[in-house]
């Protein structure tokens, strides 16, 4: 078998994963997201590796890398990195069917196998507490517009639970984007860079209705976020929810999954936009109060219903076999 290193012509010039990534890897497509997220991880691994050549990592380089930064971190981060560093890796391995885009640098594959992550329920907010922010919206101050920053803050409750969208792609929605005629939006997502169309309950159409204007954005973007979080921590406040129990931006986006996910697994995948349901599923979908309503709603065969002491007689009309 051929190693990666035997096959290495380039010593006054070495070509780390840094190099790799710069010169045959990044491109003008990532988003500004997605390069932080590559930068974060080549940061890591020069700091636990002896940043070897491309040629010199094989699986064990791979695992001693893990090894040392699960010291201080949890599975699914260093399985975010992981992906990154074989999205590098194969761009330079063999060319094939399973890989189109290989440049033929490296002449085999590299792996290390993703780390089990624990499934975390996803923190969704009830009809109670949904109730309790809308009302608490007259609290608000910021942003100051005619129409009154409760309102503004009721539509961006509103919009929230009904499309989950994440905050920059809720701060980034524009006038143009909207068609309330046809109940729509048409934006590209800032995490995926695709073109996303959904659609808008009558429930936002009639809020955007209550603040709509000749604007850039629907949602006013804040300078920084000390403003929107600091806003959105006051309202919270006056729903009388703990502070170590307020909700998240997210948490909204969770709650929208939740609701679609009990109804139609595939509708709450493309609501908020997952390339698998089971993404959906595992991470935005919290269906155990469902699932135990269900559950203890399962009809039950008339033998199973007939008494809790099994010494008594049984029915007979349940014993009889059809004719």
């Known amino acids: 078998m051929i190693s990666n290193s035997q096959t290495s012509s380039i ?7 840094r190099k790799a990534f710069l010169e045959h890897y990044k491109s003008p497509d990532l988003k500004p997201r997605t390069l932080e997220c590559y930068e974060n991880m080549l940061g890591h691994w020069e700091a636990l590796t002896d940043d070897p050549e491309v040629f010199d990592i094989e699986n064990k380089t791979l695992q001693t890398f893990r090894n040392a930064f699960m010291e201080d971190h949890t599975p699914p981060t260093f399985n975010k990195l992981r992906r990154h560093i074989l999205a590098i890796m194969n761009r330079l391995g063999p060319p094939g069917p399973r890989n189109r885009e290989g440049l033929g640098i490296l002449k085999e594959f590299v792996w290390i196998k993703p780390l089990k992550e624990n499934e975390k329920i996803p923190r969704v907010a009830n009809d109670q ?3 309790a922010i809308y009302e608490a919206c007259a609290v608000a101050t910021w942003p100051n517009f005619e129409f009154g920053s409760a309102a503004w803050w009721r539509a961006v409750v509103v919009f929230l639970y009904n499309t989950g969208l994440r905050r ?36 936002v159409i009639d809020h955007f209705q209550l603040i709509w204007s000749d604007r850039e954005l629907v949602f006013p973007k804040p300078k920084g976020f000390k403003q929107l979080y600091g806003q959105f921590y006051k309202i919270q406040m006056a729903a009388r929810i703990d502070g170590e129990d307020h909700f998240t931006f997210h948490q909204l986006r969770s709650t929208c999954g939740t609701n679609l996910f009990v109804r139609s697994p595939a509708a709450a995948q493309e609501m908020l936009g997952h390339s698998s349901v089971e993404t959906t599923r595992r991470s935005y ?19 199973f219903q007939t008494s809790s002491n099994p010494d008594d007689d049984p029915d007979p009309d349940i014993l009889r076999f059809p004719a």
């Open 285 to 303: 979908a919290n269906v155990s109060n469902h699932l135990i309503e269900e559950a203890l709603a399962t009809p039950q065969p008339a033998a």
């Open 168 to 203: 920059n792609d809720f701060l980034d929605l524009t006038i143009k984007e909207v068609d309330l005629d046809k109940g729509m939006i048409t934006f590209d997502a800032e995490k995926t860079g695709k073109q996303r169309r959904l659609p808008l309950h009558q429930s």
């Open 11 to 17: 010593d006054s010039d070495r070509l780390t994963l």
């Open 129 to 131: 507490q949904l109730n």
